[in-house]
């Protein structure tokens, strides 16, 4: 994976990625770039009648962007467009872009969550949506996001997916609470058993020094993670011999079943972890009640945040890697957080506008206007450092919002957040470079089976199912050998894995 990450390094972001090693102070979602004027107007804006474009897509701000926000006032009138956006929280975008997909009444720009839907895949091979290959090479910005990145996307050979780009370290992975490990006497943990002591610490020794009985270790977010890790892989699938292997059916897996039915049993995890949604968890952390918070290196500030309003000492440090016997490992980004596309109803002339919008979007200027909003109303530069105002927040601009619609390539978008200390950014940046030593990709990602579109999400809830309730203690680790040595004897699960295998082989031989 290192030499993937240079490869899109030098490719994609050498401009953004030189400014920030010369100002070493500059926000990832700005790109390096400099503020742009309140009155500026983009190249992209033409003249007539503003195109009209509706988009759905998701935010994690604590409020959706309103209609009339001044950012979105700014884009229409950079790129002479009237944006009807539909803003969905993280706990309801799967199942609305679910009903939107099954209803076809779909918005001119719309926001899929991963390969994995397959209702989505299913319809963009019956030819619901753009095929955007020959397009794209008209569109500076979007033609500089990463080769590697947009191939991985690509259905039947072709471009139909426009990804919400992300770097590729820096992602989803755990956060521990540095003041409670040293408030316990521990030192950061790196291998499993340095993990577990550090959790069963922070729910046994009172780690906020209350006198009470009130902390967790770990909130249960992303749990399969922990799983992953007695893998070494990234998610179900690894590469082992030149060929992928099902994890599900080795024996990593069982051992981080039982090793997340021994965090339950001691109380780690919350008695109702799994019936917790993305907001409950994010509030947890924020509420100071668990040391161990899953998120993006950027994106659990919002926690740090929330929890520092209760202990002005709090301070998640994002962990470099953690070691079981399968060896050390991380998890490295997809490359994308979310991915676009757009329904063939949408007439060609309107397509183009909306590959413009996209495209202006991924300039350092739109990318620094959805990121950071207006200077001087949503920002202000100190020192060559971006911070936001009490303006920001009301009109919730911020990488959670825009920026979750408007994407520039940049190797440490993950390291920064509007608001957060120098050095908490300096700190990120380093952790993000080091990630680069340990990351495990997902090698299955933009890979397909016809076998698993039809019967992959029966397959996945049965074994879901069966793992939440030997983590819960429901049913013993035999059943869960039980249930893999059926799937082993299942006609259509071993085609599955033969279609994935032959899917990866065709890859890897340029197919």
């Known amino acids: 994976m290192k030499e993937i990450g240079r490869v ?131 569109y500076k910005n979007l033609s500089a996001y990463p080769k590697e990145i947009m191939d991985s996307v690509k259905v039947n050979g072709k471009q139909y997916i426009l990804p919400s780009v992300r770097p590729l370290h820096g992602s989803s992975f755990f956060n521990i609470r540095q003041d409670w490990l040293d408030n316990v006497g521990l030192k950061m943990p790196h291998t499993m058993d340095e993990f577990y002591t550090a959790l069963k610490a922070f729910v046994d020794k009172d780690p906020d020094k209350n006198g009470k009985a009130d902390t967790y270790g770990y909130n249960g977010k992303n749990w399969e993670k922990v799983i992953d890790i007695f893998n070494k892989s990234n998610g179900k699938w690894k590469e082992a011999g030149g060929k992928l292997v099902d994890t599900d059916l080795e024996q990593g897996t069982r051992d981080g079943l039982i090793y997340l039915n021994k965090m339950y049993k001691d109380k780690i995890l919350p008695e109702d972890f799994i019936a917790m949604k993305t907001t409950d968890f994010e509030n947890m952390a924020k509420a100071g009640k668990v040391g161990v918070q899953m998120d993006t290196t950027e994106g659990v500030f919002r926690s740090t945040e929330g929890a520092q309003k209760l202990d002005p000492k709090a301070d998640f440090v994002a962990m470099n890697y953690l070691e ?127 076998v698993d579109l039809k019967m992959g999400p029966d397959y996945k809830k049965k074994m879901d199912d069966m793992k939440v309730k030997v983590i819960m203690g429901k049913e013993p680790i035999e059943s869960w050998d039980a249930m893999v040595k059926t799937f082993k004897t299942d006609a259509n699960y071993m085609k599955m894995i033969e279609e994935f295998n032959k899917a990866y082989q065709d890859r890897k031989n340029g197919k």
Request: aromatic share 10%; charged share 25%.
């Open 8 to 138: 899109i390094t030098s490719k994609a972001a050498p401009a953004s990625l030189a400014f920030i090693m010369v100002a070493s102070v500059l926000s990832a979602c700005s790109g390096g770039a400099t503020p742009v004027s309140t009155t500026g107007t983009s190249a992209t804006a033409d003249s007539g009648t503003p195109t009209e474009i509706s988009i759905f897509t998701e935010f994690s701000t604590p409020e959706p962007p309103a209609a009339d926000n001044p950012v979105t006032k700014e884009f229409e009138k950079r790129t002479n467009t009237k944006l009807n956006i539909t803003w969905a929280s993280p706990n309801a975008w799967e199942e609305k872009q679910n009903v939107m997909l099954a209803s076809g009444d779909m918005p001119d720009l719309m926001k899929i969550k991963d390969m994995k839907q397959t209702q989505a895949i299913n319809m963009i091979k019956q030819g619901a949506f753009w095929d955007l290959t020959p397009y794209l090479k008209d």
């Open 324 to 450: 079981s016997p399968a060896g050390k490992m991380v998890h490295t980004g997809s490359g994308f957080a979310g991915l676009y596309v757009i329904p063939k109803k949408v007439p060609e002339a309107k397509m183009k506008k909306i590959l413009a919008l996209m495209d202006y979007g991924a300039s350092e200027e739109g990318f620094e206007l959805a990121c950071y909003g207006l200077k001087d109303i949503h920002f202000k530069v100190v020192d060559g450092f971006k911070t936001a105002t009490e303006q920001a927040v009301k009109d919730s601009v911020s990488q959670s919002s825009f920026g979750k619609i408007f994407e520039r390539f940049d190797p440490y978008l993950w390291a920064y957040r509007v608001g957060m200390p120098k050095a908490t950014f300096e700190r990120n940046k380093k952790i993000v470079d080091d990630r680069a030593n340990y990351g495990v990709a997902d090698v299955s990602i933009g890979l397909l089976s016809e």
